[in-house]
């Protein structure tokens, strides 16, 4: 066996420990060998040291509670870590250009009249009867998404669902969403 296999094999070994016992020597070793690597790969990718930490720091505690999804047939433990953490700085990255609320005024806002209030009203009556009658599946992540302000991977590691199905159906219940709003305001 060649040094490079026998180390693939060493790693995914230390993983399923991990996964296994919560083997906190066997993650000690994973953190020492990929925490560093993963910090580099991240201020190589443009990220600032603090932020570079930050994300290591996450992606090594993913890795402590995801080690039972890590599948030694699919992929090393090197890519499916490093795999985490370029997902991670994605999410950082969109998290950054969020868009500033805007300035709030001082003072009190002046009382929509009573026309724009009932529409506004008509409006939010009629989403959230478009968002109830999404599927199950579908409703519950645009309500993590949105009204609970998670990102894909966050209600990805939530539910335990891969990244590509949570955002597909995202997509799907945005499309539906989309669909029966404008069918809605066409009858009116």
């Not at 580099?40 to 992606?59: I, N, P, R």
């Not at 805007?102 to 929509?112: F, H, I, Q, R």
């Not at 959230?128 to 599927?135: D, E, H, Q, T, V």
Request: hydrophobic share 45%; charged share 30%; with cysteine.
């Amino acid at each position: 066996m060649s040094e490079a296999v026998e180390k693939r094999a060493a790693w995914a070994a230390e993983l399923e420990l991990v996964a296994s016992s919560r083997d906190a020597a066997a993650f000690a070793k994973v953190f020492a060998h990929f925490a560093p690597r993963v910090k580099a790969f991240l201020m190589k990718s443009g990220a600032d040291a603090a932020m570079a930490e930050e994300c290591a720091q996450d992606v090594m505690a993913t890795v402590w509670h995801k080690a039972g999804s890590f599948d030694a047939s699919r992929a090393s433990a090197a890519t499916w870590i490093f795999t985490i953490a370029r997902n991670r700085r994605i999410d950082m990255l969109r998290r950054e250009r969020r868009p500033e609320p805007e300035d709030l005024s001082w003072g009190p806002e002046a009382d929509p009249d009573q026309e724009d209030a009932m529409t506004m009203q008509q409006e939010t009556e009629r989403l959230s009867a478009a968002i109830a009658s999404l599927p199950e599946k579908q409703r519950v992540l645009i309500e993590r998404a949105y009204f609970g302000d998670l990102s894909h991977s966050e209600i990805a590691e939530a539910t335990g669902l891969p990244l590509g199905t949570i955002k597909s159906r995202i997509r799907m219940a945005l499309e539906r969403l989309r669909h029966r709003m404008s069918q809605e305001g066409i009858r009116e």
